[in-house]
């Protein structure tokens, strides 16, 4: 059977980096926001990729989902 993973939201993925800039631990973080410590740092990479820089603000642009591969929707007009 698939593992399913829960998605953070963009609020959780703000307030994780703002912990962060603050000195929470790990531990702490994932307690309040449910985000794993693997997975935080993997969301601090993409947000310093993405002009994010430790202890300034967190623009959406730094959190937000990123493009999806793979074949579009196919779009119907609704009669």
């Given at each position: 059977?698939?593992?399913?993973?829960?998605?953070?939201?963009?609020?959780?993925r703000t307030q994780a980096l703002t912990l962060h800039a603050c000195g929470t631990k790990y531990s702490e973080i994932?307690?309040?926001?449910?985000?794993?410590?693997?997975?935080?740092?993997?969301?601090?990479?993409?947000?310093?990729?993405?002009?994010?820089?430790?202890?300034?603000?967190?623009?959406?642009?730094?959190?937000?989902?990123?493009?999806?591969?793979?074949?579009?929707?196919?779009?119907?007009?609704?009669?």
């Amino acid at each position: 059977m698939p593992i399913h993973r829960k998605h953070s939201t963009i609020a959780e993925r703000t307030q994780a980096l703002t912990l962060h800039a603050c000195g929470t631990k790990y531990s702490e973080i994932e307690a309040i926001t449910g985000i794993k410590a693997e997975a935080f740092k993997q969301l601090l990479r993409k947000a310093k990729q993405r002009g994010y820089l430790p202890g300034g603000p967190v623009k959406d642009e730094h959190v937000c989902d990123g493009a999806k591969s793979g074949r579009p929707k196919v779009i119907t007009e609704a009669i």
